[in-house]
């Protein structure tokens, strides 16, 4: 394909939801535009989820003017370049078999032989278990900061790519099985159970500070109100960062109540 030609890729829970929506963002019909089907998408494996299609729709007859939706849409299709990069980032990974040699991230200190080993079994039993799924995506291992209250170094696995947020799924469902069945398999190899954690492209981080933010301004609420604060059903890994957040605040106290997957935090003000 022209590097010069204008495209669009489009993702949706079926091919035909993807090439429609594809035609409505470019304002164009669809004997306007060459129709690619990147993935045909899949109804997923091990619970997590399926995943969606992927086509590229390319504007016929470069230079020709044709009818565009919006001025905003007009100048991002004047960019094929950045599209074009993007586009070969996800073919490089097509082989699979080099996408996931991935140089770890060791801790500052010296690496035990143990701690190698755990990175590289953490690392590739992510990268099979999305070799499965048929999902592209780059997979690192490194060790984090120490856990808060026991001092422990979690062994973060980073998986990396294009619109990776069926990995995600809502409320992080389908990111917390994820993490549980790499923890299964991996405390099964290793003999022993380790801290563990698996993120797609840095959505924990961002999550996280989310939830302390959430948790301040409930317990603002609680303070004000003198009522307790209900929040919403959380993962326990969640929950955990809502009673560190607010440990320390003297005019409060959190409990955890209910039974998971709908277990969640009680913000209760104290007399």
Do not use: C, W
Not at 62 to 81: D, F, I, N, S, Y
């Amino acid at each position: 394909m022209s590097e010069s030609r204008a495209s669009l890729e489009v993702i949706a829970p079926s091919i035909e939801e993807a090439i429609e929506k594809g035609l409505a963002d470019l304002g164009l019909s669809e004997d306007a535009v060459e129709i690619e089907i990147l993935d045909p998408g899949s109804k997923g494996l091990f619970g997590l989820g399926s995943r969606h299609a992927r086509v590229r729709l390319t504007i016929k007859a470069p230079g020709q003017e044709v009818p565009l939706a919006a001025t905003g849409e007009r100048e991002r299709l004047q960019a094929p370049v950045a599209s074009k990069r993007d586009a070969d980032d996800v073919e490089a990974n097509l082989d699979q078999s080099e996408a996931y040699e991935q140089v770890e991230q060791l801790p500052k200190t010296a690496p035990t032989e143990d701690e190698k080993l755990a990175l590289e079994v953490a690392r590739d039993t992510v990268s099979e278990l999305l070799l499965a799924m048929k999902v592209r995506a780059n997979v690192t291992a490194r060790y984090g900061a120490p856990d808060d209250e026991r001092g422990r170094v979690p062994l973060i696995v980073d998986v990396n790519g294009h619109d990776l947020s069926i990995l995600i799924g809502p409320r992080a469902e389908t990111l917390e099985a994820l993490q549980y069945i790499t923890n299964l398999i991996v405390s099964k190899e290793l003999g022993h159970a380790i801290p563990l954690m698996v993120d797609v492209q840095g959505y924990r981080a961002r999550r996280e500070q989310q939830i302390r933010q959430l948790a301040r301004r409930m317990a603002d609420q609680a303070i004000k109100s003198g009522r307790r604060q209900v929040l919403e059903p959380m993962p326990a890994s969640e929950r955990r960062l809502v009673h560190i957040e607010l440990r320390d605040n003297p005019y409060v106290n959190t409990e955890s109540i209910g039974e998971d997957p709908r277990r969640k935090v009680t913000i209760i003000p104290k007399p």
